[in-house]
Structure formats: structure tokens, C-alpha cells
């Protein structure tokens, strides 16, 4: 059978770049067709059809025509335009930091329902105005688990017990998370991490976004619980992300 010339899949749009005069590439999730780039051709001139409807995070309803470097944006419907996340600088700067996390660890065509769920769940919270810092954690979370590498909170990573309030305990990204102090390790002692900073990521954990979202935290505890799930996150991309960057300086003029 020939392969269908034309396809419709939902997408939402993680990056895009401009091409030549008038045409734009997009990096899209697909939930079934994974990761993978589209041409979208004239859509910088004013009197395109597809003009604004291919904004970045948006959720689309795409056709798309097989083509021979890249998949051609044929039709597209908006279905989430997100427009609350977008009037907010410092959400916005957060979507762009998951975009990029989930950019930057998906391969091409791998299908990939469970993250693209996962990604769509977080631009819902940012579009409903949770504060951007607790959704990019608990994403961070969920995130990391769907690839497989889990940020372990409540366990040694070297002998698996179970670590009791008051106990002493490293925080080691490299290994996989918390570890006890019976074990010869690097000398990084919590990396900055204290006992309500581990109580924190422990309700990330466990606990769902909602209440968390409703908590009154210490701003330093918090801050404790960004930096761990930044070496932790930095760790398993193996460098930092590029966005982090723009994230930091939107914040520091808030
Ligand atoms: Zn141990």
C-alpha cells in the first residue's frame, strides 16, 4: 500500500525558526508520531491563511503532506491558543524552559502520547494562572519519570532504605537523587538542599499540583527545591537548558 500522501495529526509547536523569505520550520509533538519538523511555507507574508495560528505551545489541528526534508503544513485549527500564558511574561519564559526539555530529550517520529499529555497538562496550569514556578517543578517530575529516570526522594539510591525524617542525607543528581551518609560519595554533602527543601520535593512527588499550588512556602525553600531539580534536570540532559537563561533574567525584573 502507498504511503498516504497527506496525514492529520494534533500537534503543539515546541520551536520554530524562520526559513528563506516567507516560510517558517516548526519543531511539533505529536502524540503518535513523536517529535518531528514541519514547514509551514509563506506564513510570514500578511495575507497567509496559516498566518498566526502556529504560535509556539499552541495546541493545533494539523494536515500535513509528506514531504521530502520536511513534513508540509498544509491546514491548521487552532485548539488551545493559550493566550493567559502568553500575556504573562514569566510564563511564558517557562513554557519556552519545558518546550525545551521536551525538545531536547524526545528522538524524532518516537511516539510519545504520555508526554504530550504531560506537556499540554502544564500550558493548561500556566494558562490558568498557577504560579510558574510550581508547574515547571511538578513537570520536572513527571518529566524526568517518563524518561525512565526518576528523581529518587524518598529512598537511598545505594541501599534503598528508607531515609527517616532526621537523618542526614546528600543530594546527588549523578546517582539518581537522595543518598545516605553511610555511603563514600562525592563530598557535595544536601548541594544546598535542607530537610523542608527535601519536604518540598517530597510533595512533588506525591502530592498533586493543586495543593501544591496552594501552599505558602518560604521563598528560600522553594528556591532549594528549583536548584536541586536544576542539577538533577542539567544531569540528565547533560548540559543546562538555554532557556534558563531568559527564565532567570524575566524573573529578576518581576
Ligand atoms: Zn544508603
Not at 502556529?54 to 494536515?63: G, I, Q, R, S, T
Not at 503532506?65 to 504573562?88: C, E, K, P, S, Y
Not at 493548561?124 to 511538578?138: F, I, K, T
Request: proline share 6%; hydrophobic share 45%; charged share 30%.
Amino acid at each position: 500500500m502507498p504511503v498516504p500522501r497527506v496525514y492529520k495529526t494534533n500537534a503543539v509547536v515546541l520551536s520554530r525558526f524562520d526559513l528563506g523569505e516567507a516560510d517558517r520550520v516548526l519543531t511539533l509533538l505529536t502524540p503518535h508520531d513523536g517529535k518531528l519538523k514541519a514547514i509551514a511555507k509563506g506564513v510570514r507574508r500578511p495575507q497567509s491563511r496559516l498566518g498566526g495560528s502556529l504560535e509556539p505551545f499552541a495546541e493545533l489541528h494539523l494536515v500535513l503532506a509528506h514531504g521530502r526534508t520536511f513534513d508540509v503544513v498544509t491546514q491548521a485549527t487552532v485548539l488551545h491558543a493559550w493566550l493567559a500564558l502568553r500575556d504573562r511574561l514569566e510564563s511564558t519564559a517557562t513554557a519556552w524552559y519545558l518546550s525545551e526539555l521536551v525538545e531536547r530529550s524526545t528522538e524524532e517520529r518516537a511516539p510519545a502520547p504520555r508526554l504530550y499529555d504531560l506537556f499540554l497538562a502544564a500550558c493548561e496550569h500556566l494558562d490558568a494562572g498557577l504560579p510558574p514556578g510550581r508547574v515547571a517543578r511538578w513537570f520536572e517530575f513527571r518529566f524526568t519519570d517518563e524518561l525512565g529516570l526518576r528523581p529518587e526522594v524518598d529512598r537511598c539510591v545505594e541501599c534503598d532504605r528508607r531515609l527517616e525524617a532526621d537523618e542526614e542525607f546528600r543530594w546527588v543528581p549523578a546517582l539518581g537523587g537522595l543518598l545516605c551518609i553511610a555511603h563514600p560519595g562525592p563530598n557535595a554533602e544536601r548541594a544546598g538542599l535542607s530537610r523542608d527543601g527535601l519536604r518540598l520535593l517530597k510533595a512533588y512527588r506525591h502530592v498533586d499540583l493543586e495543593t501544591i499550588a496552594g501552599l505558602r512556602l518560604p521563598a528560600l525553600v522553594e528556591a532549594e527545591a528549583e536548584q536541586a531539580m536544576r542539577l538533577f534536570v542539567r544531569h540528565v540532559l547533560e548540559r543546562e537548558a538555554r532557556s534558563l537563561e531568559f527564565l532567570d533574567e524575566v524573573r529578576t525584573r518581576r
